[in-house]
């Protein structure tokens, strides 16, 4: 599997937990946010590991143009790979035709993914 397969799988994987769970919004745009939640906190990560060993002297900033540029790009990309364009029902087709087996080391995969950015986050930002 691919980068780009191996992205539209991990939005496979919450687009349907989006559909299990009750909401007002598309679970394409759920989806879409969680992963944007997900890069967030890695690229977060990347600077308060860079606050604490690199330069302790940073001064970051939550509305800066360095916070903001990234996040703009992350939304845009979002936008153009999920919410306004349809390529990614194809994959899912490929995605549902996947055996139980597959499709359960996948989601253990995701889970682990999500685990190794959150708890890295955590560690990353108790630092200093």
Same mark, same amino acid.
């Given at each position: ?67 903001? #540029?990234?996040? *703009? =790009?992350? @939304? $845009?990309?979002?936008? &153009? ?5 349809? %390529? ?21 995969? #995701?889970?682990? *993914? =999500?685990? @190794? $950015?959150?708890?890295? &986050? ?5 630092? %200093?």
């Amino acid at each position: 599997m691919g980068i780009k397969e191996a992205y539209y799988y991990l939005f496979y994987k919450f687009y349907k937990l989006g559909e299990m769970s009750p909401s007002i919004f598309p679970s394409d745009f759920v989806a879409a946010v969680v992963i944007l939640w997900l890069e967030l906190f890695f690229l977060s990560s990347f600077v308060f590991y860079y606050r604490d060993f690199v330069d302790p002297n940073h001064k970051w900033e939550l509305v800066s143009f360095q916070t903001l #540029v990234p996040l *703009i =790009v992350l @939304i $845009v990309i979002k936008f &153009f790979a999920f919410i306004n364009d349809t %390529k990614w029902k194809t994959y899912f087709k490929k995605f549902d035709k996947f055996s139980q087996e597959k499709n359960d080391n996948g989601t253990a995969i #995701v889970g682990g *993914i =999500v685990i @190794i $950015v959150v708890t890295n &986050f955590v560690v990353a930002a108790s630092l %200093k």
